[in-house]
């Protein structure tokens, strides 16, 4: 019922309890190349605190024609109380990490466009190409 369960080629697939009172923060990437630093942060201290990341383009999610394509960087916050996030979000801010805008996704965004990520180096553009971050 309130149960997800969406497989990424590279990893066996695992149980996780997606409910929509739950919080899902959604990190959003306008230049994506500039932020492996950051985004490889934010999936770091998210699975830290032992919460799970996946990640979609805006492209994915609506037309947006001529604008350039956005990566957002989703983290399943399973509490639902108001300071859902906030020792996650207290952790990015200590080590500085950048992103252009915090919104927040619902539970269907996250479970129907989500891929699972363990890193940056498993990020690939919405066409499937892996990102260039310089490696």
């Known amino acids: 019922m309130g149960n997800c369960e969406r497989s990424n080629r590279e990893h066996p697939p695992t149980r996780e309890l997606c409910l929509p009172n739950h919080f899902y923060a959604a990190y959003v990437f306008d230049q994506v190349e500039t932020h492996q ?5 934010i999936i770091d201290e998210s699975q830290h605190l032992g919460y799970p990341v996946r990640y979609w383009w805006l492209s994915q999610a609506m037309n947006i024609q001529d604008n350039p394509d956005r990566l957002i960087v989703c983290v399943h916050h399973p509490n639902h109380d108001e300071n859902a996030g906030m020792d996650l979000l207290d952790s990015l801010y200590a080590k500085q990490v ?7 996704a619902v539970r269907e965004e996250y479970v129907f466009l989500g891929r699972r990520v363990v890193g940056v180096e498993g990020i690939c553009k919405a066409n499937g190409e892996p990102v260039n971050f310089g490696l």
Not at 37 to 41: E, L
Not at 98 to 104: P, V
């Open 98 to 104: 950048l992103f252009d805008e915090l919104d927040a």
């Open 37 to 41: 630093k950051d985004i490889a942060t």
